[in-house]
């Protein structure tokens, strides 16, 4: 248990934490880092593909290239822009929609990333599994054992992860180059024996216009199509978040380094172009060469269409080693959505109170995620194409949400045109998304139970953390200090009080009951506290005071996203300045408790007296050294 809950990764509090630790590469490496994801789907999207759409899966790969390059590649182009640290749209979205709407709206993205990622892990290791089984060196004893080989897969990665695991740019540069040299020869070949065999392309069409004779009525069909082929977006989400390991210019800076914006675009492009170019002509290859009874589950080109024809027309030796480096550059993909998955939790559920303190450690982490995989590669049976749904569910909502973020973006900056144009674009994703879960309706399935289990665990944890103090740092300005410096002089009295006008009128009837409720002497001094509500949704906060002064009255004035927790880190903030015990005045709320407890955890106020004095007490363990709390009337 303690090797199991020992602490073997650093908590990362926000999304630009620890950037400068990272070694930064050429963008063409970190293309290949991110290509890891995006080019191993080549090892299963012709045979989904052909199995989708039949005869018009070159056409409707076609309308999928051209998402590709005139949707997708935009909208991401955009993005890195707006997130140069690396933030992605999630981020951004979060930064565009305030308070609970938008840290709710994370918390669904972020189930619909859980999904992309674990169908990611078992869609790579059952793709895998194929090209093991499929491969003639295979002895026959291992043909019916795909879930088994599938789970040892799995299972592998979890124990290279559990004893510690890093992405090396070195060893994805050197898999992409080699699995794309090999995948340039295969369909070289299979070109090749399209052009000797002109009756290839007469059978195709043939297929092609069987059931449609009208070339418009063929488009028409491939656009209803097209939405199953669209696993073979993924990628860009990735291309993005990786940013802090691209290479930059001299000239860059931490606030905004265009250099590394401008290499992150050409990472983008290169990577969208390259897969398109694959996308297509791995279409056409098999669509043409590949008898349609080979794609359905049992043939030989299910899940490993391009590997059929490398023992086809290469021989079992050339298409052994193709087998190898797509089960590398597989199984790698799948370290590299763990690697992912085991970010998103401190990357966004800290900062919003919504982790368990076990969220924080690797082991039990990985232990959680390869038992979801395990669960979910017993339901799929190890079925690539069963599979293509649900992955396809989180890459569509994710470019869905991206595209969405920008033209929101393009809203609040009164761009008109591009807000026209990327709006369509949204159109166009959110169309896809929902025929894609009207089809394969797994994926949304796989998605709520990630979203419900995300939720529940996150308010359950906010709730349980709610008394924390909260404060990252508290920053006073001159008036402040020196007002807290004349109140040190004497017995330190703080009135709590809810902005109103803020008149002289005000800060005269409220000391005036403050005294009387608390018998407080007229000599003595008092200073005045206000906590004007910032974001309540947020967690944290960098708390900073100004000191302001009406009439005669010393006014201490902050903003924060609780009220009770800036009040009880203020006081313990002046103790320790100060060297004297603060006392705070408060007066009695009348109403449900319940309902004020409420509106603690919802908008940071409610029954501030008493949550104040838990705040404190959970901080100060010693009662003697703890700022008193006083509430009269």
């Given amino acids: 248990m303690r090797w199991l809950l020992a602490e073997n990764r650093r908590e990362k509090e926000g999304p630009y934490q620890k950037e400068e630790a990272h070694r930064q590469h050429p963008w063409w490496q970190v293309m290949c880092l991110t290509g890891v994801d995006y080019f191993s789907t080549l090892g299963y999207q012709p045979g989904i593909a052909a199995l989708a759409a ?23 182009r955009r993005i890195a822009a707006k997130s140069p640290h690396g933030e992605g749209s999630i981020a951004m979205l979060e930064h565009l929609l305030s308070w609970w709407q938008g840290k709710l709206l994370v918390l669904c993205l972020l189930g619909f990333v859980a999904t992309d990622f674990i169908i990611t892990i078992t869609l790579s290791a059952a793709d895998a599994t194929a090209h093991i089984i499929e491969n003639p060196l295979t002895p026959s004893l291992l043909h019916s054992q795909s879930i088994a080989i599938t789970l040892m897969l799995i299972a592998l990665l979890g124990v290279v992860f559990l004893r510690g695991f890093k992405e090396a740019i070195g060893i994805a540069v050197f898999l992409v180059a080699v699995y794309l040299l090999l995948n340039l020869v295969v369909i070289s070949i299979g070109l090749y024996h399209i052009a000797i065999n002109p009756g290839a392309i007469a059978n195709w069409q043939t297929a092609l216009f069987a059931h449609h004779s009208n070339f418009f009525a063929l488009i028409g069909l491939a656009i209803l199509l097209f939405p199953k082929l669209a696993l073979g977006l993924s990628g860009f989400e990735t291309g993005v978040t990786v940013m802090p390991l691209v290479q930059g210019s001299s000239s860059d800076t931490p606030e905004m380094p265009r250099g590394r914006v401008r290499n992150t675009r050409k990472l983008l492009t290169a990577a969208a172009v390259i897969m398109s170019f694959f996308l297509l002509t791995s279409s056409f290859v098999t669509t043409l060469l590949i008898p349609a009874t080979e794609f359905a589950t049992g043939g030989k080109a299910n899940g490993r269409a391009l590997a059929y024809l490398a023992h086809l027309y290469l021989g079992n030796g050339f298409g052994t080693i193709y087998d ?15 690697a992912g998955l085991l970010n998103i939790v401190p990357r966004y559920l800290p900062r919003y109170g919504m982790a368990p303190s076990w969220a924080l450690l690797t082991r039990p982490l990985v232990l959680v995620y390869i038992t979801i995989a395990f669960v979910v590669t017993v339901i799929f049976q190890a079925n690539v194409e069963a599979q293509g749904g649900a992955y396809a569910t989180g890459v569509l909502v994710l470019i869905s949400s991206a595209a969405f973020a920008v033209t929101l973006s393009a809203h609040r900056q009164n761009s008109p045109k591009g807000r026209f144009i990327f709006a369509l674009i949204t159109l166009v994703f959110i169309y896809t998304t929902i025929v894609n879960i009207i089809e394969r309706p797994e994926g949304i399935k796989i998605a709520a139970f990630f979203i419900g289990a995300i939720i ?95 009439g005669d009255y010393r006014i201490l004035r902050a903003e924060s996203a609780a009220v009770p ?65 006083h509430v009269g009337g």
């Fill in 54 to 76: 039949g005869a018009l899966s070159p056409i409707a790969t076609l309308i999928l290239v051209l998402l590709t390059l005139f949707g997708a590649l935009p909208i991401y």
């Fill in 324 to 338: 190898l480096s797509t089960i590398s550059i597989l199984w790698f993909a799948g370290a590299s959505a763990m």
């Fill in 456 to 550: 529940f665990t996150s308010l359950v944890s906010r709730v349980w953390r709610s008394t924390e103090l909260r404060v990252e740092q508290i920053e006073v300005d001159e008036n402040a200090r020196q007002f807290i410096a004349e109140e040190s002089q004497g017995a330190i009295r703080i009135i709590a009080n809810r902005l109103n006008v803020g008149d002289e009128q005000e800060y005269l009837l409220k000391e005036k009951e403050v005294r009387e409720d608390n018998h407080i002497p007229p000599t003595d001094p008092v200073i005045f506290l206000e906590i004007l509500i910032s974001d309540a949704s947020d967690f944290t906060d960098v708390i900073r005071v100004k000191g302001v002064q009406v």
């Fill in 565 to 629: 927790n800036a009040i009880a880190a203020l006081l313990l903030y002046i103790r320790d300045q100060t060297g004297k015990i603060p006392h705070a005045y408060f007066g009695w709320v009348e109403g449900n408790p319940i309902q004020y407890l409420l509106r603690f955890i919802l908008f940071g106020e409610g029954d501030i007296a008493v949550v104040t004095r838990e705040v404190l007490r959970r901080a100060e363990k010693n009662p003697h050294r703890r700022p008193g709390i």
